[in-house]
C-alpha cells in the first residue's frame, strides 16, 4: 500500500478531491492511504502557537522548528523511512518523472507550509526535499501537496485500469514521446455547433490515425512549449 502522510495546519482539507473518483476508489480499495496530521497538535502552549515573527525583520510569520520538529519526530517515529518533502516555491519543480519516482517510495510526508514558509533548521536537519509545482505563490502548501499525490497515485497499479492510457499521456514516455504535449480530442456528436472531426479519425485507418496525432502532438508541442520542443527534437 502506498502511504502518504501530510503535515497542515488545515488537515481537513485532506482527503478533499482525492477522495474522488478514481483516487477515491483507490483509496476505498486499499492501494494507498491517507494520514493528515495537524502541526497545530504539537503546539505547547494554551494559545496553540505555531508561528512566530521572522528573525532580521520583514513581512510576517515562520512556521516554528520546535512545533513542526516535534511532528516530524513523531510521523518518522510511526513511519521509519518515509520520505520528506516539503512543498515550497524555491523547491525543483515536479513533473512526470518526479511523480513516477515517488510512486515508487512506500511512504512520503508532506508538509504543507503556510504563512512566509518554514524554518531554514527544520530543513537542514531532516534533510526535506522542496518541491514547487510551478513559478507562481500559492496561500499555502495543501492545495500543492493534493497535486502532488493526485499525480503520483494515478500512476499506482491499480488505480488507472488501462495503463495504456497513461503512456499516451503528455509526458507519458510511451508510444508518444515523453517530450510531447497530447494531440487533440474528439468524441460524439460527429458534428458540433458546424464544426466535424477531422476525417483520419473516423478513417478506421489506425496507422493513418496514429501519424496524424504525432503530427498535431508536434505542431502543439512546438507552438507551446518551446522548452521540450527542443529536448525532443535532440
Ligand atoms: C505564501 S507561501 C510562502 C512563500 C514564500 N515566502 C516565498 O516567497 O517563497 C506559503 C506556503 O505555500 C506553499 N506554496 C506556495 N507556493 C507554492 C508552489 N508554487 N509550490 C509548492 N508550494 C507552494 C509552501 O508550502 C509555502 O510555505
Redesign the pocket.
Known sequence: MWKVNVLSLFPKAFPGPLALSLAGKAMKSGIWTLNSIDIRDYAQDKHQTVDDKPFGGGNGMVMRPDILGAAIEDVTAKNPGTKLL??????MVFNQAKAVELSKENNITII???????DERVIKKYQIEE????D??????EI?AMAVIDACLRLLNGVIVKNSALLEESFGGGSFHSYLLEYPHYTRPANWEGMSVPDVLVSGNHAEVAKWRLQKAEELTKARRPDLWGKYKK
Open positions: 516539503y512543498m515550497s516555491p524555491r523547491g504543507c507550509g503556510r504563512f512566509e514558509g518554514i518541491i514547487s509545482i510551478g507562481f505563490i500559492l496561500s499555502g502548501g500543492a
